[in-house]
């Protein structure tokens, strides 16, 4: 890891090096969760695909350093965060067009365009249920107040013929992310994701098809970790988890 001269930013590694991401040091610093967004995405060379609250790039990115020739956009609120992304895709010569925007008030041009593959990480939690984190950018990233609803209704918009929504989101609000879906997109897979086996599941990828008539399917859990609890001060990710994190491999949502 190296810091920059303000020392307000770190270079961080992701997919074994492949990626060098700045983040801000202090603030919503990108982790494991926006990865495991970019591996479940059945992304083909020449798709585009565009990624509402970007951050600083990495599910965009990450998707980039594994599928070749794709047309990434993504739309970021945070003009900080949007400058990294933008930095970020510079750096690694990856084609990126980061547009600084609320994406309830998306460019004129945007609305007009739709994409092989829309990707997000909301907001884990509701504004409306929880405190502000004394970090204006970590409160945007982990609240906001844009409901989720809102961001499902204007993906769903985005998405071209037989396309796909992907994202990720806590377990606790997959009822209002399906909700939201109603009418909109079809063929829903949801893969829950739990830290070991014999833990309940935290966290969820969903996907969902323009057109699709297929029924809902519930896939087998994404387990991050072997054993039962944290042993030693290494965490052992499984050869699945291992695999997307280090080397950048699909995640298939269902196998």
Not at 1 to 19: N, Y
Not at 189 to 201: E, K, L, M, Q, S
Request: one cysteine or more; hydrophobic letters at 45%.
């Amino acid at each position: 890891m190296t810091l920059d001269a303000s020392d307000d930013l770190t270079c961080d590694d992701f997919l074994g090096g492949k990626l060098r991401i700045w983040q801000p040091r202090v603030g919503y610093r990108a982790g494991v969760d926006p990865v495991v967004l970019a591996a479940s995405v059945p992304a083909k060379p020449g798709d585009a695909i565009l990624e509402l609250g970007c951050g600083v790039g990495v599910a965009s990115l990450c998707i980039a350093a594994r599928v070749p020739d794709v047309a990434l956009t993504g739309v970021e609120v945070q003009a900080s965060y949007a400058a990294l992304a933008q930095r970020n895709a510079t750096e690694s010569a990856i084609a990126f067009d980061v547009i600084t925007a609320d994406l309830r008030d998306l460019p004129a041009e945007l609305r007009q365009k739709r994409f092989a593959h829309v990707i997000m990480n909301p907001p884990y939690f509701d504004r409306s249920e929880g405190t502000s984190a004394s970090d204006a950018g970590r409160d945007m990233a982990f609240g906001g107040d844009t409901p989720l609803s809102d961001w499902i209704t204007i993906g769903a918009k985005r998405v071209g013929p037989r396309g796909y929504l992907t994202l990720i989101q806590r377990m606790e609000r997959l009822p209002e992310v399906l909700s939201a879906l109603e009418g909109r997109l079809g063929a829903i897979v949801v893969r829950p994701i739990a830290g070991r086996a014999a833990r309940a599941p935290e966290l969820f990828v969903l996907q969902a098809r323009q057109e699709g008539r297929a029924a809902f399917r519930l896939a087998p859990s994404l387990v991050m970790h072997v054993g039962d609890s944290h042993q030693g001060d290494r965490e052992s990710y499984t050869t699945e988890v291992r695999q997307a994190l280090r080397n950048g491999e699909e995640l298939p949502i269902l196998r």
